[in-house]
């Protein structure tokens, strides 16, 4: 589908005077210019909300009937400069019927939305003035749908996300309708809608990002006088051959939004971007008063910017692109480009470590330390040394006869037994032993006052209490 036409206007009444004469007859020129004056005059001070005189709307609005449709009519051109008068200013319209006549007072009233009344509320007031539109004759809705044409054909620079969608969304559904009063006017805003279509939901997909990179850079070219959409597009296809995922894609295609128009991040966010194109964005955005190399090294912190740059950098150097420059911007442009490719090397690029450097252990040299066959004896790596099997170490020497003895039953790392106190005790010449029964209480010995804990691993006949421990 075709690319939505602009109406931008004219900087000045003296710019947009030559112009007219070559549509108009001079005694209607003049009388705009009358017009005109009378319209700065009511509006001043008053501007967009893009920040642009709002004597700027008035010249489009004058552009779209004039040039685009073709319109002689003085009234009707008349109130084309004069539309917003009685709605957005001090004057009425028994002032314009004192200076410009009835019929073109008439075509602004036509067009004026009336005010909100006690006991009603501006939406039912809109509703019923789109209502009443829809019955309009020919030159009211000629004069309405210029009016709006000059409005949305740049939609995209109203500050406010919200506004963005909710005015898109009406337009569609009630003026895109209307325009099939004129056939200009009917392509004009089947176009702007396609272009705009975005606004419907979220700039989560490349088709999306697409049409909102077309729509920001409408106006804009390149060095070479190309149109600047055809840069960022270029340069998403190229991230596109070199691997690049479907946000690193879209992230090429709006990598300039912020750096050269009036799209904020802020913005991107609030029309739906994901949070990884945004950061991309963000990081390919130079900053003001930033230097080239603090850019390049401040991108390199977001790893999957660094790819979308080296597409955008490709497409800037390829032979389609320098060779409509100068040579002096050439070899201006080559030389900053090449500066940018190896700082993005240096950054990006994990030296790699030197294994002769790292001293590896006996294990490593002796897997990987192959002899070659023809090395010298000195050349060889050391034989591995052989693993000899531990000898076992001597059994410990049974205790002498008469030496003190464990309890039977008891292991190597038990404590000792105490002897029950109550217990009888028989004393040989050289030891003293438990010659009779242990305690086998199952509760704390009265005569010991100690809690007691059965032995483990003792024969059943020989199953005792210790005292614990």
Not at 18 to 34: F, H, K, T
Not at 297 to 323: G, W
Not at 374 to 384: F, G, T, W
Request: net charge neutral; proline share 8%.
């Amino acid at each position: 589908m075709a690319d939505v036409r602009i109406f931008p206007g004219w900087d000045d009444w003296s710019a947009a005077e030559p112009d007219l004469r070559a549509l108009l007859s001079d005694q209607i020129v003049g009388e705009l210019g009358v017009a005109f004056d009378a319209a700065v005059e009511w509006h001043e001070g008053q501007t967009r909300p893009a920040g642009e005189p709002y004597w700027q709307h008035l010249l489009q609005v004058l552009q779209v009937l004039a040039s685009g449709l073709g319109v002689n009519d003085v009234d009707l051109l008349r109130a084309g400069l004069l539309h917003d008068v009685v709605e957005d200013t001090p004057g009425t319209g028994a002032d314009l019927v004192a200076r410009f006549g009835e019929r073109t007072a008439g075509l602004v009233e036509a067009v004026t939305i009336p005010e909100v009344r006690s006991g009603e509320s501006k939406d039912e007031v809109r509703t019923a003035y789109l209502a009443k539109l829809a019955r309009a004759p020919r030159d009211v809705l000629l004069l309405k749908l210029s009016d709006r044409y000059s409005n949305v054909q740049r939609l995209h620079t109203h500050p406010r996300v919200a506004k963005q969608r909710s005015y898109y969304a009406e337009t569609v559904e009630r003026f895109v309708p209307l325009a099939s009063v004129d056939e200009l006017l009917d392509g004009l805003f089947k176009h702007w809608a396609d272009a705009y279509s975005y606004l419907m939901g979220p700039v989560d997909s490349i088709e999306t990002a697409d049409k909102l990179a077309a729509a920001l850079h409408r106006e804009q070219v390149d060095k070479s006088g190309e149109p600047y959409v055809d840069h960022v597009r270029g340069a998403a296809a190229i991230a596109r051959a070199n691997g690049a995922r479907t946000d690193q894609q879209m992230a090429a295609l709006l990598h300039d939004t912020v750096e050269d128009t009036a799209c904020t991040l802020a913005q991107l966010r609030d029309l739906g971007g994901p949070d990884s194109v945004v950061d991309m964005v963000d990081a390919l955005t130079r900053r003001t008063g930033e230097s080239h190399d603090d850019y390049l090294t401040r991108l390199t912190r977001t790893p999957d910017a660094v790819l979308v740059k080296r597409a955008d950098i490709e497409h800037n150097i390829s032979p389609s692109r320098q060779s409509q420059l100068d040579p002096a911007t050439q070899d201006r442009l080559r030389q900053k480009y090449a500066h940018a490719v190896r700082v993005l090397d240096e950054a990006t690029t994990t030296p790699r470590l030197e294994l002769t450097s790292i001293p590896l252990p006996i294990s490593a040299q002796i897997t990987t330390d192959a002899p070659k066959p023809n090395a010298e004896p000195h050349d060889r790596p050391p034989p591995p040394r052989r693993r000899t099997q531990r000898a076992r170490p001597p059994q410990r020497a049974r205790p002498a006869r008469g030496a003190p003895t464990r309890a039977i039953g008891t292991r190597r790392t038990d404590p000792p037994i105490r002897p029950h106190p109550t217990l009888s005790r028989t004393r040989s010449r050289r030891t003293l032993r438990i010659s009779a029964p242990t305690c086998t209480t199952t509760t704390p010995c009265p005569a010991c006052n100690t809690s007691a804990t059965p032995a483990r691993n003792l024969p059943r006949r020989t199953m005792s209490w210790r005292a614990a421990m």
